[in-house]
């Protein structure tokens, strides 16, 4: 029977006892990630640089997982202002520039807390088979 396995990464985690992200057998699920500016310990203060940090840290929470960018298949986010995708879409085609291998994804309005203007969550499949 697969054991549930708690994942942190140095630098970024949560206020609430909870770990960044799970995995149990395959797959990966993470909370919620946003742009935290590691120094500081609060969100970068502009929306183009939330988005460049979140995207960094998925990226080193999907590794620490055992995974890559490339085992991602569904990416939730969450913006205080949707008509701003852009910025997120900036980041997104650097991380997924093929767009025939890009996961599935889903943006939400939402108010954010603490000055957090975009945060996102994922599904991530470690070492399963492409169709």
């Not at 985690?13 to 120094?39: F, M, Q, W």
């Not at 997104?92 to 889903?106: E, I, S, V, Y």
Request: aromatic share 6%; proline share 5%; hydrophobic share 45%.
């Amino acid at each position: 029977m697969a054991k549930r396995k708690s994942i942190y990464i140095e630098g970024f985690g949560h206020k609430n006892p909870i770990p960044a992200a799970c995995r149990l057998g395959n797959i990966v699920t993470s909370g919620i990630i946003y742009g935290l500016d590691v120094a500081t310990g609060k969100p970068a203060s502009m929306l183009d640089q939330q988005c460049v940090l979140m995207f960094k840290h998925l990226r080193s929470i999907v590794e620490a997982a055992g995974g890559t960018t490339d085992d991602i298949v569904k990416l939730n986010l969450w913006m205080v202002d949707r008509s701003q995708r852009e910025a997120v879409n900036r980041e997104w085609l650097k991380m997924f520039p093929d767009p025939d291998a890009r996961p599935a994804r889903q943006t939400m309005q939402a108010e954010l807390g603490a000055g957090i203007l975009v945060q996102c969550d994922f599904i991530a499949v470690i070492g399963g088979s492409s169709a």
